[in-house]
């Protein structure tokens, strides 16, 4: 209702691949939107840098990095720089040229529904971008937290507005309490008494911590966490984040419940994997190449070169790829753009089966 009673119009983009027409076309001033979209932004910009010159990449991560120290600067984490005084040419010169594509008069972008990774916020943000991550529920009437102007912190999903209380439960989850919260669920008492506590609080199923300022981090999905056979628990949605930050996979999902090792199912972008099927000499039309070993030794080791950070169990040991997104439409995500998991891994029950079949033979 807010956009109506403040005299706003409101534009749904047509779909994911339309979504760089619809920007030039509406030129919108306000963006509201999952992370997938910001992401696959990014790798469209980032895969095009690929194809620059070496110096044209130079200025062009120069631009990120001095927009960022401008903009810690601004929240007062950062002291000043000489190379502040770099920014308003590198925003003329680069800064403004990515954000004309798109639409050019974007003042704000929202961000939620999933998390959104570290680097693609520093990305936007460096470009003069203000993004805002925040986190919501619909059983919250939905939005629990968000970043605001004056104190952004990217990597979290700011703080609980006015009003509302949140706090840490068992299991680390993220509890929210307030006048916002729904009084329960439409004729399913059982349901309600299963999400809301006698004290009130409403279990939201996310993992989270709060730090001493009120910010609020999701660390993952209480029942999405992956525990190994040797009892080692991993997280699936920072892996897949990390994943796909490398611009040759659209879509990553992680396997390994109750496995000895982790195993991913990963959807390509089309012209990234022309791209590599060149370099490895194989034939970008065929199956067969797709799901060879060469294939796969060289998108794990893309794959591996995203997950440094992470432990040395939560590594991905095989990996299959496809070229078919998975979308609304075939039913493997959400509106939302979540990932189906049961659906996907009934879809690909005998790859997921064959990456372990060698293991078991031992």
Same mark, same amino acid.
């Given at each position: ?166 706090? *840490? #439960?068992?299991?680390? @989850?993220? +509890? &929210?309490? %307030? ?9 399913? !008492?059982? =349901? ?26 999701? *660390? #993952?999905?209480?029942? @999405?966490? +992956? &525990?190994? %056979? ?9 892996? !897949?984040? =990390? ?120």
């Amino acid at each position: 209702y807010m956009p109506m009673m403040v005299g706003a119009q409101v534009a749904f983009a047509r779909s994911v691949q339309g979504l760089a027409e619809d920007l030039m076309n509406l030129r919108p001033t306000v963006l509201i939107s999952v992370p997938r979209i910001y992401e696959r932004i990014y790798g469209r910009i980032t895969s095009g840098l690929e194809a620059k010159s070496g110096f044209a990449r130079f200025l062009f991560n120069t631009t990120v990095s001095v927009g960022w120290r401008r903009f810690e600067h601004e929240q007062g984490r950062a002291g000043w720089h000489p190379s502040l005084l770099l920014w308003p040419l590198l925003k003329r010169i680069i800064a403004t040229k990515v954000t004309e594509r798109l639409g050019g008069r974007l003042r704000l972008a929202v961000c939620g529904g999933a998390p959104l990774p570290p680097p693609i916020a520093r990305f936007f943000i460096g470009l003069g971008l203000p993004v805002f991550h925040g986190f919501g529920m619909t059983e919250a009437s939905p939005v629990v937290a968000v970043n605001r102007p004056e104190d952004n912190v990217p990597a979290s999903v700011g703080c609980a507005l006015p009003g509302v209380e949140v706090s *840490i #439960g068992k299991d680390q @989850e993220l +509890l &929210v309490r %307030g006048p916002s919260v729904m009084q329960g669920y439409w004729n399913n !008492e059982e =349901a309600t008494a299963d999400t809301i506590d006698k004290d009130g609080w409403l279990h939201s199923g996310d993992k989270a911590r709060i730090d001493e300022q009120g910010h609020i981090f999701i *660390i #993952g999905r209480i029942k @999405e966490i +992956l &525990v190994l %056979g040797n009892g080692e628990k991993v997280p699936p949605a920072d892996m !897949e984040m =990390a994943v796909t930050l490398d611009p040759i996979f659209e879509q990553a999902m992680v396997v390994g419940e109750g496995k000895p090792y982790l195993t991913a199912l990963v959807v390509l972008n089309a012209e990234e994997w022309k791209k590599l099927a060149e370099e490895l000499e194989v034939d970008p039309g065929s199956n067969e190449d797709l799901f060879s070993r060469k294939v796969e030794k060289a998108l794990l080791e893309r794959a591996g070169k995203q997950l440094t950070e992470f432990h040395g169990y939560a590594q991905v040991r095989r990996l299959t790829p496809t070229l078919e997104p998975w979308d609304v439409d075939n039913g493997l995500l959400t509106p939302t753009m979540k990932l189906k998991r049961a659906l996907i891994l009934e879809r690909y029950s005998k790859q997921i089966e064959a990456m372990y079949e060698a293991h078991s033979k031992r």
